[in-house]
């Protein structure tokens, strides 16, 4: 079984920074594509950010270029998230997820439909 847990959540003012930590179970998953989303209230789950299992390649979602950047230690276990000039409309519940499939087509990894397992999400507040 893989298990996912996020946190480095919390509160922050406009254009300030935040890390989030993605702490997965077992090294298994250090193979795996591993991808960040959001959720706000009312909304559907967004994609974020992807990371590959090799050669460190990412892709982002173009409403946090820029200013997102993910990252992964395998030898941990861990994926990160850097948040900075955080912006009101980042305001979400963050979720690291992870697929065991690997694809050229950066496209398939914007889809939450696409991922397996899912951690319990951290909670992110950006006030103005």
């Known amino acids: 079984q893989v298990q996912l847990v996020e946190s480095g959540g919390g509160s922050v003012q406009t254009g300030g920074s935040l890390r989030l930590s993605c702490a997965a179970s077992?090294?298994?998953?250090?193979?795996?594509?591993m991808g960040w989303f959001r959720q706000a209230p009312g909304k559907e789950r967004e994609f974020v950010a992807v990371i590959m299992r090799s050669g460190g390649n990412v892709y982002y979602g173009n409403a946090v270029k820029g200013r997102f950047t993910i990252s992964r230690d395998s030898a941990k276990d861990t994926v990160y998230l850097q948040m900075i000039s955080l912006k009101p409309e980042d305001t979400a519940v963050y979720y690291c997820?992870?697929?065991?499939?690997?694809?050229?087509?950066?496209?398939?990894?914007?889809?939450?439909?696409?991922?397996?397992?899912w951690g319990q999400g951290t909670q992110v507040t950006v006030s103005s």
């Open positions: 997820a992870a697929t065991r499939t690997s694809t050229s087509l950066r496209y398939y990894y914007t889809s939450k439909a696409n991922y397996e397992y």
């Open positions: 077992g090294r298994t998953v250090s193979s795996y594509p």
